[in-house]
């Protein structure tokens, strides 16, 4: 079956550290993958995707992304947390064929302390 | 501003009282979506529509209906609620390909229903 797993429920980071939040997927063919982060309280925003290209994916609020082939792996970092990065952050991988659909990971919450 | 607007942002209803959960998007995006929210679960795909009377099942479309009649415009139906449908409900959108690829989605602010 298709997925893709965030691993960890929730990250805690100190702000100013790097962090990590980690992604893999099991799909067939090529896959566009996304990373999208929600808010308290709000729909979900577009962060970054990989279609092709260069390994490494810079988006929004300072965020990249690293797509991995050989590992399944998409891994959203950040070279120095924020308090106010805190937030649910979602790994999907959208498909380009049938219904274009979309499949979630389950969401990880991170967590920045001051 | 560009956006995908929900109504209402909270419901509580009781079991088998018919709602309507309204989605309208001003991007003239042709694809929508509706998901589900559950802890744990991520978000799960309801129904999609690729365009214009053009609608299709996503993983969990029991107990819901759709329609899209305008492009603009993608009501979620539950003609019987009934308590395991309490969930954050979203709507989305998007082109399915831009200059960049594939797109991503645009997504409304939620809608949280509680069935009694």
């Known amino acids: 079956a298709q997925s893709v797993a965030q691993p960890e429920d929730q990250v805690n980071v100190a702000e100013g550290n790097p962090l990590t939040v980690k992604c893999t997927y099991s799909?067939?063919?090529?896959?566009?993958l996304f990373w999208y982060v929600q808010y308290p309280n709000r729909g979900l925003q577009f962060l970054l995707k990989?279609?092709?290209?260069?390994?490494l994916v810079k988006g929004s609020y300072g965020f990249e992304a690293e797509f991995n082939k050989s590992q399944t792996s998409f891994h959203l970092k950040k070279p120095s947390a924020l308090v106010s990065d805190s937030a649910l952050y979602f790994c999907a991988v959208r498909f380009n064929t049938g219904g274009f659909k979309t499949i979630f990971g389950a969401g990880t919450r991170l967590f920045v302390k001051a | 501003e560009a956006q995908v607007t929900q109504n209402p942002r909270y419901l509580i209803t009781v079991t088998g009282k018919k709602l309507t959960v309204t989605c309208s998007q001003n991007m003239n995006h042709e694809y929508m979506s509706w998901y589900r929210q559950d802890p744990g679960l991520g978000l799960r795909q309801i129904y999609y529509?690729?365009?214009?009377?053009?609608?299709d099942k996503g993983d969990v479309p029991e107990g819901y209906k759709v329609s899209r009649k305008e492009k603009r415009n993608f009501p979620l139906i539950l003609e019987s609620p009934s308590p395991n449908q309490t969930s954050l409900y979203f709507c989305?959108?998007?082109?399915?390909?831009?200059?960049?690829?594939?797109?991503?989605?645009?997504f409304g602010s939620g809608t949280r229903l509680t069935v009694v």
């Open positions: 989305a959108s998007s082109f399915i390909f831009g200059s960049e690829g594939i797109e991503g989605y645009t």
């Open positions: 990989y279609i092709t290209g260069d390994n």
């Open positions: 799909v067939s063919g090529n896959p566009y």
């Open positions: 529509s690729m365009n214009v009377e053009v609608t």
